[in-house]
């Protein structure tokens, strides 16, 4: 019995969530845009350019190719520094309990991030030897809610998209993850989140009798 798990990054694994927000606050406040906690949640799974372009369409500005690269490179900066000081004491409660379920149940286990920066990520929280395949943003064109990035990681792990399993916790995730025809466990705030088949505070509320569910769920 083998099913795959997929699981995003950002705000699954690790709450890098605050960086981006933070970044993308800085940057917005010096180009003189209002940039709210709820708009950032808008901002959840979706790639770096299309986080500002919508940025800039809240403000309303417009601004050269030239600009834009320097602005995507800017916050990025900012991001990388953000990033630079995490440790293993920034992964999600019970992230690593499930992941070491998993493991010792052999089943596929893949990351399915939107991030450019996700190697680096997983290398700073020392997660990266749990995953058989990672998918993330130098490798997928198409944004979520395309499923793209999912499906290629069902793809590079060998198991039927109906077989997998997606733990996000961005509504552009879910999405993704219900046009792929995966099962859906949305990681965070329900009412954001209503779209998903399940969904959990975080992996503390998660028993191993329901990953068991999982593992056995369409085989
Ligand atoms: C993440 C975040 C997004 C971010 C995107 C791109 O996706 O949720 O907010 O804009 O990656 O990140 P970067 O600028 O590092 O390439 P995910 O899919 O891991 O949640
Ligand atoms: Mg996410």
């Known amino acids: 019995i083998m099913s795959g798990f997929i699981f995003d990054l950002d705000g699954v694994i690790v709450d890098t969530a605050k960086y981006h927000y933070q970044a993308w606050k800085q940057l917005a406040d010096k180009i003189g845009i209002e940039f709210s ?3 950032n ?3 959840k799974g979706v790639s770096r350019a299309d986080s500002l372009n919508k940025i800039l369409e809240w403000g309303q500005k417009t601004i050269s190719n030239e600009t834009f690269t320097a602005l995507m490179k800017e916050k990025n900066e900012q991001y990388l520094d953000f990033i630079a000081t ?3 004491n920034e992964i999600l409660p019970d ?3 499930v992941l070491n379920y998993l493991k010792t149940k052999k089943q596929k286990i893949a990351l399915g991030s939107a991030s450019k920066n996700a190697v680096q990520i997983l290398e700073k929280v020392k997660l990266t030897h749990y995953f058989d395949a990672i998918v993330d943003g130098n490798q ?3 944004a979520k809610p395309n499923p793209e990035v999912f ?3 069902a793809k590079q792990i060998n198991v039927q998209p109906e077989h997998c399993i997606v733990f996000e916790d961005s509504l552009a995730g879910i999405q993704a993850a219900n046009i792929a025809n995966m099962v859906s466990i949305g990681i965070g705030d329900a009412s954001i989140l209503a779209e998903a088949d399940y969904v ?5 509320e998660m028993s191993l009798e329901f990953i068991d569910k999982l593992i056995n769920l369409k085989n």
């Open 200 to 204: 959990f505070k975080d992996f503390s």
């Open 37 to 39: 906690l709820e708009q």
């Open 86 to 88: 995490m440790d293993d």
């Open 41 to 43: 949640e808008q901002l």
């Open 151 to 153: 499906l290629n990681a």
């Open 95 to 97: 992230v690593s309990k």
């Open 140 to 142: 997928v064109t198409n």
